[in-house]
């Protein structure tokens, strides 16, 4: 029986000051006594074809926080530790004043070390999907990178690729060669590249033992007051991420991933122009989506987020 849904959070506006409002985060900056903090809250708006849909999922943006606070934890217990911005996300150790509604806050907010962000998204592919799946079709390359021939849709790549793009205030965010990247950050980017490259190849191979393929991801990078490289923003969600259920994988096709593809298909089908502000979506594509952010957070994380019942 799916877990009944919560009340959704669409948005908030908290006595903190000028809040950050993105696609799906709103964003408040704090200053600590060792420096400054944001507070983050992953809202259960949903986005799809650079719209923010009109339609939340309830308990998304609880995936969210739980399925990057678990990454988080884990990257940090690894052999060698990968830094991250993360420092609590229990709403009652973040000093908050107390008129703020904790209850809105709970289970969906984190507090992070405030960090200057590297302007570029730092993607790793591993199998074929998406934009590289359309490029490698026309000429064979992914992000300009050749490939061999013969990969099928959703096919595993020979071996893991780094294809960065910049960040986007709006709108796509658009692939760049390395060569820009090395242009613009230096040596920097070649680190940026090997630790994005083994946080995928490390994170993957732990969803694979849970029955679950990464076929890529973005991952944020940013440097603390002291020059610390830190792994920032979400860590391998299913909005920053395509997860694939195993079984599903080598297929000769792309198989559907945990994430929002039931709206993306709802909304291909429907008369939307995508010019236009877009629909509602209906119950039932509501209902399916948010069982599916569910099912990969407790193939994950092993559990459910914080205050969702099974």
Known sequence: MPA??????????LPLGPVLRGKVRDCYRLEGADGPRLLIISTDRISAFDWVLPTPIPDKGKVLTAVSAFWFDWLSRLPAPVPHHLLTTDVEAMGLPPEIDRELLRGRTMLVTAAKVVPFECVVRGW???????????????????????IEPGGRLPEP?????????????ENVPFSTMLASLGSAAELLRSRSLAVYEAAAAFAAERGIVLADTKFEWGYDADGHLLLVDEALTPDSSRF??????????????????????WLAECDWDRASPPPALPPDIVAATREKYLEVCRRLTGSLPEGIAS
């Open 4 to 13: 009944a849904a919560s009340t959704p959070v669409i948005s908030t506006d």
């Open 128 to 150: 074929l999907a998406g934009s590289g799946l359309s490029e490698y079709q026309r000429q064979g390359t992914v992000c300009g990178l050749p490939l061999p021939s013969g």
């Open 161 to 173: 690729i780094f294809t960065p793009a910049t960040k986007a205030s709006e709108g796509h965010d």
């Open 244 to 265: 694939w259920p195993a079984a599903a994988a080598g297929q000769g096709q792309v198989p559907d991933s945990f994430d929002k593809q039931f709206v993306r298909d």
